[in-house]
């Protein structure tokens, strides 16, 4: 299983650098997706932040929201978070060498969790983290 992290949600869903990897991929990924609830909060807040900063039109945002819903409805399988996700979170956050902040301390203890092999993210700090807790990066994404 493939955790899904919220930097390649965003790159499929808006123009971005990276945009051609995530869509290359996602269009030949065979496994099954997993993330968690939080992709929910942290997706809309990207989407938010490109309206406020970065010139996506209030259009621009509602089309991604829709295909945000797609995306999950397609296949995506969200995982709740429990009071134990949060606790196994907070715990990667007391290792300095995982130099994790806490939304990405929270996605690696639900893939842990959910014994997920391999992430796709384009976050290098949460790849490295993920790489040292056993995860492997995606490697078509082009960032492993």
């Known amino acids: 299983m493939i955790y899904l992290d919220t930097s390649v949600v965003v790159a499929l869903l808006t123009s971005e650098e990276r945009s051609p990897h995530a869509l290359d991929w996602l269009a030949q990924c065979r496994e099954p997706l997993i993330s968690s609830d939080w992709l929910i909060t942290e997706t809309h807040s990207a989407l938010g932040i490109k309206q406020r900063h970065h010139g996506l039109s209030p259009q621009a945002r509602q089309a991604a929201g829709d295909q945000f819903e797609r ?3 397609g296949g995506v399988e969200l995982r709740s978070l429990a009071r134990d996700r949060f606790r196994q979170a907070a715990e990667l956050l007391q290792d300095p060498a995982l130099a994790l902040r806490a939304g990405d301390a ?38 492993g």
């Open 71 to 73: 995306l999950l409805q």
């Open 106 to 143: 929270l996605h690696l203890a639900v893939a842990l969790h959910s014994r997920c092999t391999q992430l796709a993210s384009f976050d290098g700090r949460m790849l490295q983290a993920a790489a040292a807790l056993g995860l492997r990066p995606v490697k078509e994404l082009g960032m």
